[in-house]
């Protein structure tokens, strides 16, 4: 069954980039591309890709600056008000407004594998707001900034399923329980 999931790294403190949209605290970790939570196994589980435009024009920039092709095979939907380009050879569609529409269409172009949730925080934060997002995996890079991109800028409840060093990194997998216990109504008062 198709499971939705937000993977990604966030700052010790939270932020997924700096205020700056940078992401040079990041890149230039330890990581061991083979050890626990890794890119490669983790996309080969995945059937289709959503995010935001400031993530997608984050990529676009990236892949330019340093002459790569396009990363994704599997098609990605970018979440936007605004008309954005398309790199060669890309299966990139546009989409705007209600999130529940979109993962309707991501689920079924998944055929039976997973759907990735790239980010920011924001857009994860819609898809759990409409119930739909099923896990959260997060390598947490020895950095604090103080402020920038949050990772998840709602108020929820999450079980710890397993976690591992890797590199600089703590990863841990979380499966979404839903709103916070605190802010559900009190069906027993
Ligand atoms: N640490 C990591 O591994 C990691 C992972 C992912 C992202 N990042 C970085 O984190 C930052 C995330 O940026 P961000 O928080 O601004 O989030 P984002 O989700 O990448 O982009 C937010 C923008 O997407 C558009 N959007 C989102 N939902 C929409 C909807 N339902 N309908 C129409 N448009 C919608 C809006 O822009 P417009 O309508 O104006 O286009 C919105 O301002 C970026 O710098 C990214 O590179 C880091």
Known sequence: MTRVVYYTASTLDGFLADPDDSLDWL??????E???????EFIATIGALVMGSTTYEWVLANIK???????Y?????????RTLGTPEG?????????????????????????VWVVGGGDL?????DAGQLDEVIVSVAPVVLGAGRPLLPRRMDL?????????????ARYEVLGALKEDRPNLDG
Request: charged content about 20%; proline content about 7%.
């Open 73 to 81: 095979p599997q098609p990605t939907w970018v979440m936007t008000s």
């Open 159 to 171: 079980r710890l399923v397993e976690t591992a060093p890797n590199g600089a990194f703590v990863t």
């Open 34 to 40: 083979h050890g626990p939570q890794n890119y490669g």
């Open 124 to 128: 994860a934060g819609q898809v759990a």
């Open 27 to 32: 890149m230039r970790q330890d990581l061991d």
């Open 90 to 114: 890309a299966d990139v569609r546009f989409a705007q407004g209600e999130i529940t529409t979109v993962l309707d269409e991501l689920r079924a172009a998944a055929d039976g594998k997973d």
């Open 65 to 71: 600056r340093n002459g790569e092709p396009w990363y």
